[in-house]
């Protein structure tokens, strides 16, 4: 037992309860997500080095050219719920009008059973905004549970879109050594979520990358 007091009146208190008390207080400021910084080898990468190493896809036989920042940072990390085997960003431009469209792409891996995702969650400044997800490679090849014994890897390719003006908020909001991330979440049907964080040089980067080709172009 231990005495606190409450106004000018002693209260007793089973260290038990204390306890459970703290445990709930520490768990009350808890982080509320696994990702909470990036690593420090991707944080210290800047808008121009992630633009110097944007990798340029000219395919003739295809209608747009593609800048893809793969290149800039390609190693394996822990996500929240999942392993990202690669995050990056590529842009892609019509080669008959110029217009570009801008992708975040997960290169994820994680323990079956296969995961339904819906669609990404992100905050653009005070704005939830929720937006479909495109299934790049399904990985079913990979993981027949009809044929498997116990579990096995699932491998699987996703992408969402974001517009010009979200990627220049997007890119406003790095600073210099700084680890945070821009946070995102892949939503599962079936609960089964995936959080992660994109570094806001990263999209400076490819947005500077895509400007030095339209200048070029000019």
């Known amino acids: 037992m231990r005495f606190m007091l409450s106004g000018s009146r002693p209260t007793l208190v089973s ?20 990702i909470e910084e990036l690593p420090n080898s ?20 295809e209608p747009e050219l593609v800048v893809s920042t793969q290149d800039a940072y390609s190693r394996s990390r822990p996500l929240d719920g999942a392993r990202a085997r690669d995050v990056h960003m590529k842009a892609r ?46 990985g079913r090849e990979y993981c027949d549970q009809d044929t498997a014994i116990g579990e096995c890897r699932v491998f699987q390719t996703l992408s969402f879109e974001l517009s010009a003006a979200e990627m220049e908020r997007l890119a406003q909001g790095y600073s210099a050594g700084s680890r945070e991330p821009w946070r995102l979440r892949f939503k599962d049907e079936f609960g089964e979520d995936v959080t992660s964080g994109i570094a806001p040089a990263e999209a400076g980067g490819l947005l500077q990358a895509v400007s030095g080709l339209r200048k070029k172009a000019s």
């Open 93 to 138: 431009i019509a080669r008959d009008e110029g217009s570009v469209t801008y992708h975040v792409v997960h290169d994820l891996a994680y323990w079956s059973p296969y995961r339904q995702f819906t669609h990404v969650q992100f905050m653009d400044g005070d704005t939830l905004v929720m937006r479909p997800v495109m299934i790049e490679k399904t």
């Open 42 to 61: 991707l944080a210290s990468l800047t808008p121009a080095e992630f633009a110097g190493s944007a990798q340029v896809i000219d395919d003739r036989l």
């Open 15 to 34: 260290r038990p309860l204390l306890a459970i008390g703290l445990l709930a207080g520490t768990m009350l400021s808890a982080p509320a997500l696994a």
